[in-house]
């Protein structure tokens, strides 16, 4: 029900941010209080079996739902900001683009070893910025409870990336 609910609302925007991609827009769900009532309680849901301590959001739209969910949960919530936007001790992984790369950073005292971390984003598409995310958690020494997506991009394989680090991933919707 959910999956329908948000392809209705999920708006396609084609050839963003370059020619020959379809940008998937979820700002329209963010416009109705209800259906992110209903992503939380989803996200709650599939998640139910799966222990974790901490929700880790990737920058900048895996803030929105990922503060949501952990303050539904009433667990911490941990931001993974692109490199230089964090004020205190960082720790930082880098990782390849397509063209260049990218490097983001975590306070090193964002939770204690041995946490059980979920991290969220808006979109898994190849799974790059996720694997780096893992990798940077695990420098900290958190275990990789596991992976929540809106939306996934199944046709660019990126859930194979994340299979070494945890098989517990869920995505509201998938392509």
């Not at 999956?3 to 109705?32: C, E, H, M, S, W």
């Not at 941990?78 to 960082?90: D, F, S």
């Amino acid at each position: 029900m959910i999956d329908n609910l948000l392809k209705a609302t999920i708006r396609d925007i084609v050839d963003f941010p370059k020619p020959g991609i379809v940008f998937k827009d979820i700002t329209p769900i963010l416009k109705n209080a209800h259906l992110c009532n209903l992503v939380i309680e989803e996200f709650a849901t599939r998640l139910k079996e799966v222990p974790f301590d901490v929700v880790a959001g990737i920058e900048s739209r895996g803030f929105l739902f990922g503060l949501m969910l952990a303050n539904h949960l009433g667990i911490p919530f941990v931001p993974i900001r692109k490199e230089g936007k964090l004020p205190a001790q960082t720790t930082k992984q880098s990782y390849d683009l397509e063209y260049g790369s990218a490097t983001i950073e975590m306070h090193t005292d964002a939770f204690e070893p041995g946490a059980r971390v979920l991290i969220h984003d808006d979109l898994l598409a190849t799974g790059g910025t996720v694997v780096a995310a893992s990798k940077l958690i695990q420098q900290l020494g958190g275990i990789i409870a596991g992976y929540s997506f809106v939306i996934s991009l199944d046709f660019l394989n990126g859930r194979q990336r994340l299979l070494p680090y945890s098989n517990q991933l869920i995505s509201l919707v998938s392509y």
